[in-house]
């Protein structure tokens, strides 16, 4: 008698269901509650793309004349006329926006650690120290912020690095009071004294337990100052002292040719006032929301993106 084999079903592998990764549902979170932070932030991103792939956006060199196109206005074939030199505007834009990007990112940067080895460094030594650093940065505040950048200026010379060094002191001043009071909440909860009382040393508890806990404060402070930043060096390029030509700069193109024909060629200063002011504003909106999101004193009144 044959013998009968009994097959089994074979169980399928259960599947997870599939869930939105936590970054999209935190980009998400924020885009609902903060919608002109996001906004700001697509401009950013615009921007930050704009200025790395400048080369194969744009279709012509920032300094190649075109061969009868002076002055030409918007069209499908120039999205952004041309100027006095025959030259593409919005090349020149987008050009642009890889010097304000560099001079922005460079100068907080740079301003941002300044500040903060100024700021911890005063709150957690304090004593004689603390009274004497502050009350250089009172001096330091004091002077018209136009005055000091255009002294500086003249003393260094027009160029990328001293442009963003001059800009970078002036900003550190200013930051370094805001970051100096977070390190002083900071240094007055209790985990900091049971560190201490354990034998932590003070390289350990700065680096350990009072920069993590500024580390929000310092972030939304260098999201706002890269708008001050551009806004800072637009108006540098405007008077002379930015970045030196054929190199186009957002600024420049307002002072030089962009001043001068704004009559006969309204776009030639139309279109580089409007990239500044969508630079600031984004930076702007990105940084009041992430202010309002990471500030734990406002987070209660805005409440918080969802896990």
């Known amino acids: 008698m044959a013998e009968t084999v009994q097959t089994l079903p074979v169980a399928r592998p259960m599947t997870r269901p599939w869930r939105v990764p936590r970054l999209v549902r935190l ?70 926006a890889r010097i304000s990007i560099t001079v922005g990112f460079a100068t907080v940067a740079l301003a941002t650690l300044m500040a903060t080895v100024v700021g911890v460094s005063s709150a957690y030594l304090g004593g004689a120290y ?24 003249a003393a260094l010379g027009p160029g990328l690095f001293n442009l963003v060094l001059a800009l ?25 004294e049971a560190a201490r009382a354990l034998g ?27 708008g001050q930043v551009i806004l800072a060096e637009a108006a540098l390029s405007f008077l ?5 030509p054929p190199y186009p700069s957002w600024g420049a193109m307002l002072s030089g040719s962009g001043r001068s024909f704004m009559y006969y060629a309204p776009w030639m200063a139309l279109f580089p006032c409007a ?13 009041d ?7 734990p004193r406002l987070r209660g009144a805005t409440g918080s993106i969802p896990n």
């Open 200 to 226: 932590a040393g003070h390289l350990r508890i700065v680096i350990l337990y009072v920069l993590p806990n500024v580390m929000a404060t310092i972030l939304i402070l260098a999201t706002i100052g890269l």
């Open 240 to 244: 002379g002292f930015g970045i030196p």
């Open 275 to 287: 990239a500044i002011s969508l630079a600031v504003f984004g930076f702007q909106m990105l940084g």
């Open 27 to 96: 980009v998400l979170g924020f885009a609902r509650r903060k919608p002109l932070g996001a906004i700001g932030g697509v401009i950013v991103l615009a921007l930050l793309v704009m200025a790395l792939f400048a080369d194969r956006i744009a279709p012509h060199a920032y300094a190649s004349s075109i061969a009868g196109a002076r002055m030409k206005p918007p069209s499908v074939q120039f999205w952004m006329g041309t100027d006095n030199l025959s030259r593409d505007i919005w090349s020149r834009v987008v050009y642009g």
């Open 289 to 295: 929301a992430l202010r309002d999101v990471l500030d």
């Open 130 to 153: 603390d009274i004497v650093v502050q009350r250089v940065v009172d001096a330091w505040i004091s002077f018209p912020g136009l005055v000091v950048i255009l002294s500086l200026m």
């Open 168 to 192: 970078s002191i002036l900003g550190a001043a200013g930051a370094s009071r805001v970051i100096r009071g977070a390190a002083l909440s900071v240094m007055a909860n209790p985990y900091v």
